[in-house]
């Protein structure tokens, strides 16, 4: 019994020293955002090692706010993210309602293949999809960044998964009632499948505001960016990026959404983590 407790408080202690680890450039990085540019240009550390903020300013975030063109980033990813959860949600529960529900020919053969995608990199496709939306003329535009992350197998799988676990009883006393097929989906899968959407919105906001690499192939002109490439965009070009306070202050600006999403969610993204691994 005693041995157990201290196995207990001795992992307690190496998961908060791990935490405080992961931590400390997060808390470097606000700190380094609230001070200004003319100490940091001479060091980035004072009497407290760099971690508080002192003196305190908030010049850097108001400066990122109204100039440049960090604003449009922000406004890009918002867009991306918010387009592409809504259109996820929308194909992955219909998919998932169809290969759970409905015994159409081929199904068997279909869903293992749409499964397939979750071993396949997606940097292999990202050559066929260049040249497919550059023929298009689909490049530098909101349809290129969001149309190759539409299909998400993962998403697939959870709510094919969650329709399945529905009993069959209740669709078929919608059938019984003369609903037909569309309206059993609307009215009574979907109102059950939200924990399941949720946990799927989530997951797929969070994919698409972080999302660097297609974004990078894609979007060549400033103004399309998301904000993860502006802000690597200021980063590779350090001398003009007008001080590290204010590149600070960008990755700052730029967390903020998915932190608090993350805060507002996080029982929803760990069941959602528990989920896509098969837990």
């Known amino acids: 019994m005693a041995g157990s407790r201290s196995q207990r408080r001795l992992l307690t202690l190496v998961l908060i020293v791990a935490a405080l680890v992961w931590l ?34 908030l010049d850097n975030l108001t400066y990122v ?17 918010v387009s592409m959860t809504l259109l996820v949600l929308a194909l992955s529960s219909m998919a998932g309602y169809a290969f759970a529900r409905i015994p159409f020919p081929g199904r068997r053969l279909l869903y293992p293949l749409v499964l397939a995608g979750l071993v396949i990199p997606e940097q292999a496709v990202f050559i066929p ?43 078929e006393a919608a059938t019984l009632d003369g609903a037909g097929r569309w309206t059993v989906f609307t009215r009574i899968m979907l109102p059950l499948s939200v924990p399941a959407m949720v946990t799927l919105a ?21 103004e399309m960016f998301t904000i993860t490439l502006g802000l690597a965009s200021l980063q590779s070009n350090f001398a003009d990026s007008e001080g590290l306070g204010r590149v600070m202050a960008s990755g700052v600006l ?26």
């Open 24 to 57: 400390l450039p997060i808390v470097w990085m606000v700190s380094l955002a609230l001070q200004p540019n003319d100490l940091l240009a001479r060091t980035t550390s004072n009497v407290a090692w760099g971690l508080i903020p002192w003196p305190f300013t």
């Open 129 to 171: 999809l260049y040249t497919m939306f550059a023929d298009w003329g689909w490049h530098n535009g909101y349809a290129a960044l969001v149309a190759p992350r539409l299909a998400v197998p993962i998403g697939v799988f959870l709510m094919t998964q969650f329709f399945r676990g529905i009993p069959d009883y209740i669709e």
């Open 65 to 81: 706010l109204s100039q440049g063109m960090t604003p449009r980033w922000f406004l890009n990813s918002a867009i991306v993210a």
């Open 202 to 222: 989530i997951l797929t906001f969070l994919y698409a505001w972080n999302d660097y690499l297609w974004p990078l192939v894609s979007a060549s002109r400033p």
């Open 254 to 279: 730029a967390s903020l959404p998915v932190v608090l999403l993350f805060l507002l969610f996080q029982r929803q993204v760990v069941r959602g983590i528990a989920m896509g691994s098969g837990k």
